[in-house]
C-alpha cells in the first residue's frame, strides 16, 4: 500500500485527488488530509478514508474538528504548525495542493523527508524556486508537476533531452473576460471574474485566470521548474483548452499534449508516475470539436504576463514579491475593495517599491527570507491599497 497525503484536500485539486484515490482504496492508505475552515468535509474524508491525521488551518476550530472526529480514530490537529509537522510523517507520495504561499512550508518538509511531491501549488516555485529544487535534489525526493500546462511539458519531454528544446509554449484559455471590450474591464464584479468558461476550480486561481496572474504564475513556474531561458517561453491564448501546452525543439518539431480539461488528468499522472493507467477522463473527439482556435494574448490586457517577465528577469526573492502582493491585491478584490483593474497596479506598485530595496531582494532564497519577504509584501500591498483609499 502506497502511503498518501493531501494537503489542501478540501479544495477543488484536493477533492479530485480524493476521487481518484477512492476508486482504489485498497491501494492506498492515508496519512494526513489537511484543510481550512470546511471541517465537515475534512472529517467525512478522513473518516471515510481512514486518515490518520487531519489537520484544520484554522487554530480556532480545532474543537470542532476533533468533536466531528470522536471515537474514529483519527487524530486531530490544528494551526499553521501543525501543517508542517503533518507533512514530516513518512509518505510515499504528498498532494501539495494548498493555495497560495501557505503551501511553501508542508510542501518543502514533505521534500526533506523523501516524499514524492505532486505539486499543484504553483506559488511554491514562484516564491522559492531554487530553495524547492535544492531540497529535493538533497534528499532525493521526486517533484512531479500537477498545473495542468506543466503537467503536458513534463509529459511532452519523456525521453527528450532539454539541452533539444528550444521553447515551451503554455495555453491560456483567455479567462472569463477574453472576448469583453477593454473598456469593461474595470467594473468587472467578482462574481464576473469567478466563473471560468472550461475549468472547474477553486475562487482564486478563476479569478487569477481572468486576470491572467494564474498565467503569470505558470510563466515563473515554468522557468523554475524546467531550468529554461524566460524568453524560451510563450504565452497562446487558446480558448478551447484542449491543448495544454506545447514544447517547440530545435529541429523544428512540435510536440503539444491535448485532453479534456479535467484536472483528474495530471493528479493521476503525477499519482502514477512514471507508469500511465486507467483514468476516468472524458475522450477526445477531435472531428466533435472541429476546430481548436489560438491566438497571440493582448499584453494591454494583461498587464500581469509583462509584470512576470520583469519578474523572471529580476530574479531572487522578487518571485516571493510577486506572488505575495497579487495574494493580497486578489484578497481586496474578492472583499470588494478595489477594482479588477487595480490588481495588477498595485502589485507593480509593491515591486516598484522593492526595486529600491535590492539587499531585500538579493538575500539568499531560504525559508525565513521567504516569509520575511512575503510578509513585507502583504503589508506594503495593504499600504497601497490604504493610500489609493485616501
Ligand atoms: P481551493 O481554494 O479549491 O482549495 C484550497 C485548499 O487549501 C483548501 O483545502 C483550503 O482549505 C486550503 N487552504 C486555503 N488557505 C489555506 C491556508 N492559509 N493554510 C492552509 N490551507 C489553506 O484551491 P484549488 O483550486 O484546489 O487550488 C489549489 C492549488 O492548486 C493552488 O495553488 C492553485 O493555483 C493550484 N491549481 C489548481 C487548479 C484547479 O483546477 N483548481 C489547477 C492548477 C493548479
Ligand atoms: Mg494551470
Redesign the pocket.
Known sequence: MRKVSI????????Q?TIDLISRNPSAYDVVAL?????IEQLADDARRLSADVAVT?HEDRLEDLRSALTGTGVEVAAG?AA?TEAAARPADWVMS????A??LPPGLEALKQGATLAL????TLVCAGALVLGTARKHNAQLLP???EHSAVFQALVGEDIDAVERIIITASGGAFRDWPLGDLASATVEQASSHPN???????TI?SASMF?KA?ELIETKEFFGVAADQIEVLVHPESIVHSLVGFRDGAVMAHMGAPD?RH?IGYALHWPERRDLPIERLNLAKLGQLRFQDPDEARYPALRLARNVMERGGLSGAVFNAAKERALDHFIARKVGFLEMAEIVETVLNRFEGADSLIDAPITLDNVLQTDHLARKWADDTVMKRAG
Open positions: 494537503f489542501g484536500a478540501t479544495g477543488s485539486i484536493g479530485n489537511t484543510g481550512g475552515a470546511n488551518a499553521q501543517l495542493a494548498i493555495v497560495g501557505a503551501g499543484a501549488n504553483k506559488e500537477v498545473d495542468s475549468w472547474n476550480m477553486g475562487q482564486r486561481i487569477d494564474n504564475l484536472m495530471a
